[in-house]
Nanobody, 125 residues
Framework: QAQVAESGGGLVQAGGSLRLSCAPS????????????MGWFRQANGKNREFVAG????????DYVDSVKGRFTISRDSDKNTVYLQMTNLKPEDTAVYYC??????????????WGQGTQVTVSS
């Protein structure tokens, strides 16, 4: 059963912006979500899912794959128990389904149906 729900994707032109959100989809996961490092991953058609950005459980430390540094910002709101991915200056190569997951050293800890449905981001040139 999915542990998180992602939202905020859409169709934008190159250079545009989007903000993705991720929150626990099950109350039983809420506490784990709050006290875990979380990350965003993406999967483009025909490619493997890849790490994009991560945030520590306290929110003070962040990590990004080189291709999004300076364009994407990951953050978390402890009051809302939500993780965000602010994406700016989007490029067509950012087109993918974006997922969030509990993360350890850029690796997702989710397996199988723990993943959410993801949110589609499509960037037109």
């Amino acid at each position: 059963q999915a542990q998180v729900a992602e939202s905020g994707g859409g169709l934008v032109q190159a250079g545009g912006s989007l903000r993705l959100s991720c929150a626990p989809s099950r109350p039983s996961f809420g506490s784990t979500f709050r006290t875990s490092a979380m990350g965003w991953f993406r999967q483009a058609n025909g490619k493997n899912r890849e790490f994009v950005a991560g945030v520590s459980r306290g929110g003070s430390n962040t990590d990004y794959v080189d291709s999004v540094k300076g364009r994407f910002t990951i953050s978390r709101d402890s009051d809302k128990n939500t993780v965000y991915l602010q994406m700016t200056n989007l490029k067509p190569e950012d087109t993918a389904v974006y997922y969030c997951a509990q993360t350890l050293q850029r690796r997702p800890l989710f397996r199988g149906n723990s993943w959410g449905q993801g949110t589609q981001v499509t960037v037109s040139s």
